[in-house]
């Protein structure tokens, strides 16, 4: 194993602070770009196409790829891109609406159930939890995910690291909301995506290239049939959880409520997913090599941390860079994400006319953006282990929210869709969920929730049927 002198660590963290900086800047010059608490919460029209699917990878690719995606390819090879094909087919699907969701001027997700099912507070507020346990969720994983490799390259503890990339998110977040974070995420995107690539080649090329990789790895790995090696069963367990997560994730949806033009809202997913495999090309690449030059590690997902040890003191300033770009551009986006559920739903302060009311939203959104990362330090620090707990609570996200919204879309023209229905199909979704995951059953217990969220709607549709001469025609998609 390399020693790393200290001036060599000294540098990691000057390079990582370097990394900080840069997007500070980028932040502040971009936020000339945002006008008013519009553009601070929600970047309304004004993100061009190449802006988005960047931005989308850059929001998308985090700490979990550089830590559970790498174990996931250690462990079980190519089946990595499974996992990856499960989100892009999220995208997919999520594209099939994206145009009517570019057209209708939405900002969070809860929007669109209010939008479909009728504007009622109740509803607003339940949504909003709803949508803001991923973002949130996330923040928190970031942050742990960044304290432990950058404490494995330079021996800092978590109590001082979590709060400095709590600091750089909070300079993403707070000059221009949601506009200067898809900017800076745009310029840190396109450097993630050529140090993913580059890391990739390195790391190959450091296991002995790709001889060395088919000599010392089981053969049932990298050959082909290695997407399936993880097995049929964690497949499906993968996509079950990961779809409706996808199909529910609020940053996702913002970037498409803030795509320039509606023509190109379908396309922007799409392209999105497609870079979503360069992560699978990464944490292939990081997790075959390391399992050829370390094949007995106990914990799969230690497979990153174990390389950032091995690595030459040049190429570990690199990854350090590398891993503070990665890391704090998804946290900012998230940080961003749930200070808009928090100001526009649990609260209703969004004020789109007054001009000093609109400074004072943009002032209060800085407090909150600084409380909620405050508060994602402290459960970072104290008790990450509450992530487990975290990620679980994904599947309520998605329990609550996927009928209203897809289900809610196709029936909206046909049926009279009330609060009523929207407040009893975010209740069965959150009860069917916890009842499943109670009782322990073999079916993920997200498809429960879902599962009793649409029959709800179905019931509530078949009951108030809409006449033909009173279909609705909604702004912006003759199909909607």
């Not at 390079?15 to 936020?31: D, E, K, Q, R, T």
């Not at 990620?391 to 309520?396: E, I, L, P």
Request: glycine fraction near 10%.
């Amino acid at each position: 194993m390399p020693h790393h002198s200290t001036s060599q660590i000294a540098a990691t963290v000057l390079a990582g602070l370097l990394i900080i900086a840069i997007g500070a800047v980028l932040s502040a010059h971009f936020a000339r770009r945002a006008k008013g608490a519009a553009d601070w919460l929600s970047a309304p029209a004004s993100l061009p196409l190449g802006v988005v699917v960047i931005t989308q990878f850059a929001t998308a690719v985090g700490g979990g790829v550089l830590v559970a995606h790498v174990g996931v390819a250690y462990a079980s090879g190519w089946s990595i891109f499974a996992y990856e094909l499960c989100v892009v087919l999220g995208f997919v699907v999520l594209s099939l609406i994206a145009p009517w969701l570019r057209a209708q001027g939405f900002a969070t997700v809860p929007d669109v159930v209010t939008r479909l099912f009728g504007r009622n507070r109740a509803v607003a507020v339940i949504a909003g939890l709803c949508a803001l346990i991923v973002p949130f969720g996330w923040l928190v994983t970031q942050f742990v995910a960044f304290a432990r490799l950058f404490g494995q390259l330079t021996g800092l503890p978590p109590s001082v690291l979590v709060p400095v990339i709590a600091v750089a998110a909070l300079t993403f977040v707070l000059p221009g909301g949601l506009t200067s974070v898809a900017w800076t995420d745009f310029i840190f995107g396109i450097f993630k995506i050529v140090m993913a690539l580059g890391f990739a080649a390195y790391a190959v090329h450091f296991a002995g290239g790709w001889h060395g990789i088919t000599t010392h790895v089981p053969a049932e790995l990298w050959r082909p049939e290695g997407f399936f090696a993880v097995g049929g069963a964690q497949i499906w367990l993968w996509a079950a959880a990961i779809l409706p997560g996808t199909l529910t994730n609020q940053v996702y949806y913002q970037r498409v409520f803030a795509t320039k033009n509606v023509r190109d809202a379908r396309r922007g997913l799409i392209l999105s997913g497609l870079t979503i495999l360069i992560a699978g090309v990464y944490a292939s690449a990081i997790g075959l090599s390391v399992r050829a030059l370390n094949p007995g590690l106990a914990h799969p997902e230690g497979a990153a941390g174990w390389l950032v040890t091995q690595l030459p003191a040049g190429i570990m300033v690199i990854y350090g860079a590398f891993l503070v770009a990665t890391i704090v551009s998804t946290a900012g986006a998230a940080l961003q994400s749930v200070v808009t559920s928090i100001v526009r739903d649990l609260y209703g302060a969004a004020d789109k006319n007054g001009t000093d009311s609109g400074r004072r939203l943009v002032t209060g959104s800085r407090l909150c953006s600084t409380a909620v990362a405050t508060l994602a330090v402290a459960l970072a620090i104290a008790v990450p282990q509450a992530l487990t707990w975290l990620v679980a609570s994904y599947a309520y996200s998605a329990s609550a929210l996927a009928a209203p919204i897809f289900l809610g879309y196709l029936l909206h023209r046909r049926a009279r869709l009330t609060p009523a229905a929207a407040l009893a199909a975010l209740t069965a979704g959150l009860v069917g969920c916890g009842t499943a995951q109670a009782l322990n059953t073999n079916v993920p217990y997200v498809l429960y929730g879902i599962a009793a969220s649409a029959l709800v709607i179905t019931t509530f549709a078949a009951r108030t049927p809409r006449p033909a001469h009173l279909e609705p025609k909604p702004k912006g998609s003759p199909e909607a």
